[in-house]
């Protein structure tokens, strides 16, 4: 069975390129320079120093395979192709019916999502229901509060 494609920004895969080579250039000499001192301190089996140091190593190693994946099956998403559509990449404005509270939003794949920055996941209740609208649609989106109902006001 191939790879689920991840789908990346152009940004989103230069962020990951760049915590790729921080990782290979200089955690894992880090972490392999820890391991060779807390080996100098002797018996290793009640060592917590050295016991640290292989916990780092193993996240460090584990994180530069989920990246060089990642990378592998990327999908570059260009938004700048003006279709007036709501695709992966578009920024969005949206106001909920009954408020005057706008949101903006940039629609990314999942492993670029981080809400806190107003970047939602394509596959995220809000993301779905955006997906393929353009300016002036209504959606509406279930949640476990209920649904709410949003007019789409912007996209580009």
């Known amino acids: 069975m ?16 760049q915590e790729l080579d921080n990782l290979i250039n200089v955690k894992r ?18 060592n917590s120093a050295y016991d640290a140091a292989k916990e780092q190593q193993a996240f460090v190693e584990g994180r530069i395979m989920q990246i060089e994946q990642m990378l ?24 909920e019916k009954g408020t005057k509270d706008e949101e903006e939003y940039q629609i990314v794949g999942s492993a670029e999502a981080d809400p806190n920055k ?16 353009k300016k002036g649609d209504s959606i509406a989106v279930k949640t476990p509060a209920g649904e709410l109902h949003f007019r789409l006001i912007e996209v580009w």
């Open 2 to 17: 191939p790879d689920k494609p991840v789908f990346l920004t152009p940004e989103g895969r230069d962020k990951l390129q």
């Open 29 to 46: 000499p880090e972490v392999a320079e820890a391991i060779h001192s807390a080996k100098e301190e002797g018996d290793i089996s009640e």
């Open 72 to 95: 592998k099956n990327a999908e570059i998403i260009d938004s700048r192709v003006a279709t007036g559509l709501v695709v992966l990449g578009s920024r969005v404005k949206v106001v």
């Open 118 to 133: 107003g970047r939602i996941s394509n596959e995220s209740p809000i993301g779905r229901a955006l997906m393929g609208k």
